[in-house]
């Protein structure tokens, strides 16, 4: 999948595949995880957000299911 980059001091990039809703999200820490049944409109909200980490600490992390890939 590939990512894009973002500004955030705790999220490195982030990539989105509509036809499966996996978000995969790298972390500052080399971290790297996938977020399941994620809606497109909470990937346009991330990459749209004026703070990536904020918004991702609202409306994903601990409200979609994940795997650990790396």
């Known amino acids: ?3 894009k980059s ?3 001091s705790n999220l490195a990039s982030v990539g ?3 036809d499966t809703q996996i978000l995969e999200v790298e972390f500052m820490n080399g971290g790297l995880y996938q977020y399941s049944s994620v809606p497109q409109s909470v990937y346009a909200g991330l990459m749209s957000a004026s703070s ?3 918004y991702f600490n609202q ?3 601990n409200v979609y299911s994940y795997q650990k890939i790396r």
């Open 6 to 8: 973002v500004s955030s």
């Open 52 to 54: 990536h980490g904020s």
């Open 16 to 18: 989105y595949a509509p």
């Open 59 to 61: 409306y994903v992390r």
């Open 1 to 3: 999948m590939e990512r």
